[in-house]
């Protein structure tokens, strides 16, 4: 199960359920591109509530549509993970070290109003 909504200009709020097979992972790759049209400097938050690792079919069709998700990706800054596993948390980090100016932090779900601040939170300009 998903959802993608788009809660503001700038942002997504993306709840991922349960193991996605080929459908559901075309499905849900399709709303995010059209969701996210027109954002610059996004963030999205994602809720991953009992995430299982999708089918091998799923993540062919996420590798062969990558060329077509990565000028999607960086129409964000910033991504907040929330999610009860952790190798869910670590998988997102990962990702945010691999691909540039993208930032991601995952977090538990005790740490559900931390997310939202490090999303919302604005970078101050240098002092002059």
Same mark, same amino acid.
Do not use: C
């Given at each position: 199960?998903?959802?993608?909504?788009?809660?503001?200009?700038?942002?997504?709020?993306?709840?991922?359920?349960?193991?996605?097979?080929?459908?559901?992972?075309?499905?849900?790759?399709?709303?995010?591109?059209?969701?996210?049209? +027109?954002?610059?400097?996004?963030? &999205?938050? %994602?809720? !991953?509530?009992?995430?299982?690792?999708?089918?091998?079919?799923?993540?062919? /069709?996420?590798?062969?549509?990558?060329?077509?998700?990565?000028?999607?990706?960086?129409?964000?800054?910033?991504?907040?993970?929330?999610?009860?596993?952790?190798?869910?948390?670590?998988?997102?980090?990962?990702? +945010?070290?691999?691909?540039?100016? &993208?930032? %991601?932090? !995952?977090?538990?779900?005790?740490?559900?109003?931390?997310?939202?601040?490090? /999303?919302?939170?604005?970078?101050?300009?240098?002092?002059?």
């Amino acid at each position: 199960m998903h959802s993608i909504t788009r809660t503001d200009s700038d942002r997504l709020a993306i709840l991922l359920q349960g193991k996605f097979d080929a459908d559901e992972m075309d499905d849900v790759l399709s709303v995010f591109v059209t969701k996210s049209v +027109g954002m610059q400097d996004g963030k &999205l938050l %994602i809720h !991953a509530n009992d995430y299982q690792m999708p089918t091998f079919e799923a993540m062919r /069709l996420e590798l062969s549509r990558l060329s077509e998700l990565m000028p999607v990706i960086h129409r964000f800054s910033r991504v907040a993970v929330i999610a009860e596993k952790a190798w869910v948390r670590k998988m997102s980090e990962w990702e +945010g070290a691999v691909i540039p100016d &993208l930032e %991601i932090k !995952a977090f538990e779900p005790t740490a559900t109003v931390d997310a939202e601040n490090w /999303l919302g939170a604005r970078e101050s300009s240098p002092s002059q």
